[in-house]
């Protein structure tokens, strides 16, 4: 493994990339901002906002914006609405575990606060659980069937309002380097961004699932998907988590402060409507020899706000270690033992970056911290 030589992001995240000083393209494109004409881009979104402004009629909803309830979610409204003095309706999709405090009172915050509409869509529980195991098993990628509908769902849904203009927040393959690493406005094109890669029909039906429980799975056909003007907010001002994080506390967005010190995670802010969910996403540190704790360090050193041997330090105590509450909720809702769930994770250790220790633990060949 090679880091960056200004962040702690590793050449392992999947569409990465390094410049010949040793620098990943997501500290490159930071620093690049300063060459932007912030002014020029965000009046390019007033333009689009002018554009679609009242299209649907006196009071009915002129744009989308697909969201959560987390901290982004209330600085896209708050962008969207109170700043552009557009009519949004938010849709969102739940997860079916079971959501942490903060996270339910978040997502009734942003309608109250805001004054907005949220359409929700809670998926099949039954099939939910049949290919959270599938996938867990086979992929390591257990909520994929969620991560699915999370892409698809708002495009389905704002063809059906007539809501053309699609707000999402930051564009994640460019920001934090991916596999779209493109700087555009427009979103038409993450849902094949490799977050939630689409699997064969075939495949998917061989797991016990129905027709029915996959429609939904399916982006709109490329000629109802060119009717919409899906855009990515991080195109048209300096995105930055903190920021918004700081703003959405101002709303009263709340964090887990006071409710849980995740084991794995640098901050309480980000990602925290349920526990279970984080199972997905810690997968990448057996998979790639990272998590959460070296994503947000890094965002943490870009912002200037960590020197990258606090970062270090950070990463060493919490990417690998996956809090015991996620693996509680995970195995509960899954039926499987703890036991049976580690069998599992052990099986998705890539033994080209990890080796077992005396003590038969995983560990990495060449961390960062070493």
């Known amino acids: 493994m090679k880091y960056c030589k200004i962040c702690t992001m590793p050449d392992t995240r999947p569409g990465i990339t390094f410049n010949e000083e040793g620098v990943c393209c997501a500290c490159t494109h930071y620093e690049n ?34 969201a959560s309830g987390g901290k982004d979610s209330h600085y896209q409204v708050h962008i969207m609405k109170e700043v552009m003095h557009m009519n949004p309706i938010l849709f969102s999709v739940e997860d079916n575990f079971p959501m942490t405090q903060a996270g339910l009172h978040n997502i009734k915050n942003i309608s109250e606060e805001f004054g907005v509409p949220i359409i929700s869509y809670k998926p099949n529980i039954k099939a939910q659980k049949i290919l959270m195991r599938a996938m867990f098993e086979k992929y390591g990628k257990p909520t994929w069937y969620i991560d699915r509908f999370i892409y698809t769902f708002p495009l389905h849904m704002a063809l059906k309002f007539n809501t053309m203009l699609l707000v999402y927040g930051e564009n994640v393959s460019f920001e934090y380097g991916g596999n779209e690493d493109e700087e555009t406005y427009s979103a038409r094109s993450q849902v094949s961004n490799g977050v939630a890669s689409d699997f ?52 009263g967005f709340q964090d887990l402060t006071h409710e849980w010190n995740r084991a794995h995670h640098a901050e309480n802010y980000d990602q925290i409507d349920s526990r279970a969910y984080l199972v997905h996403s810690w997968m990448k540190y057996p998979k790639f020899g990272h998590g959460a704790a070296t994503d947000y360090t890094s965002r943490f050193i870009r912002y200037g706000i960590m020197t990258r041997e606090e970062a270090k330090q950070i990463v060493k105590e919490r990417d690998h270690a996956l809090d015991p509450k996620c693996v509680e909720d995970f195995c509960r809702f899954c039926g499987y033992t703890r036991t049976e769930f580690w069998a599992i994770v052990d099986k998705f250790y890539n033994k080209e970056l990890f080796e077992k220790d005396a003590m038969g633990r995983w560990v990495l060949k060449n961390a960062i911290y070493d």
Do not use: H
């Not at 912030?38 to 006196?58: I, S, T, V």
């Open 33 to 66: 901002r300063k060459n932007v004409d912030w002014e020029a881009r965000w009046k390019e979104l007033e333009a689009l906002c002018d554009k679609y402004r009242g299209c649907n009629g006196p009071g009915n909803y002129d744009c989308a914006i697909a």
């Open 200 to 251: 064969s029909r075939e495949e998917l039906l061989g797991f016990g699932v129905t027709e029915e429980d996959l429609v939904m799975t399916e982006a709109p056909a490329a000629e109802e998907l060119n009717k919409l003007d899906p855009i990515y907010l991080s195109y048209f001002q300096q995105w930055n988590s903190v920021r918004n994080y700081q703003f959405a506390k101002s709303r």
